[in-house]
């Protein structure tokens, strides 16, 4: 299964509706984030990985999944680009694609260096909004493709049938 490394931070800093989200409320920047990369990740079927900074924040790296999405908040003195790059080494094999979304270029180099390929996060972005938009074109098919459960009858007419139901009672 390949595998998807997301920078968090470097996603919300650079898509204008999480950059505006995150003026006003950052946790909710970070849920739709995850929410936008469960989508993805239900598509195209990669284990997608989300990594936030915790650089500043005291403490022990936290894990959880979220719409089967794992999100991971560094440990105290790891940046985001230090745990990618230690989840690149634990995931790089030859069964397994890395990939790593980020725009961050010193970072890009590193993972290259690594033997991951990056996305960076306009080319993510484009991405989701294809995949949106797919799952869009899907749905529309599929409702056409749907016989309909009822005969459309005219309103008058079931004015009519409703008017004999309730007078046969």
């Not at 719409?67 to 680009?81: F, G, S």
């Not at 094999?93 to 990056?118: C, H, M, P, W």
């Not at 016989?147 to 409703?162: C, H, M, N």
Request: proline content about 1%.
């Amino acid at each position: 299964m390949d595998v998807l490394l997301v920078d968090g931070y470097n996603m919300i800093g650079d898509w204008d509706e999480l950059k505006r989200l995150k003026e006003t409320d950052l946790e909710q920047a970070r849920n739709l984030l995850i929410e936008k990369m469960a989508e993805y990740q239900s598509y195209r079927g990669y284990r997608v990985i989300v990594v936030f900074d915790a650089y500043e924040v005291q403490g022990l790296e936290t894990k959880q999944k979220n719409h089967k999405v794992e999100v991971i908040y560094t440990k105290e003195q790891e940046t985001a680009d230090e745990c990618i790059e230690r989840l690149i080494k634990a995931f790089k094999n030859v069964k397994t694609k890395v990939y790593v979304a980020t725009s961050d270029y010193t970072e890009q180099r590193t993972i290259f260096a690594q033997g991951a390929l990056r996305k960076s996060a306009r080319e993510l972005y484009i991405e989701i909004q294809n995949i949106q938009a797919e799952i869009e074109d899907d749905l529309k098919s599929y409702i056409r493709t749907q016989s309909p459960i009822k005969i459309p009858i005219k309103k008058d007419v079931l004015e009519v049938f409703e008017k004999w139901r309730r007078d046969k009672k």
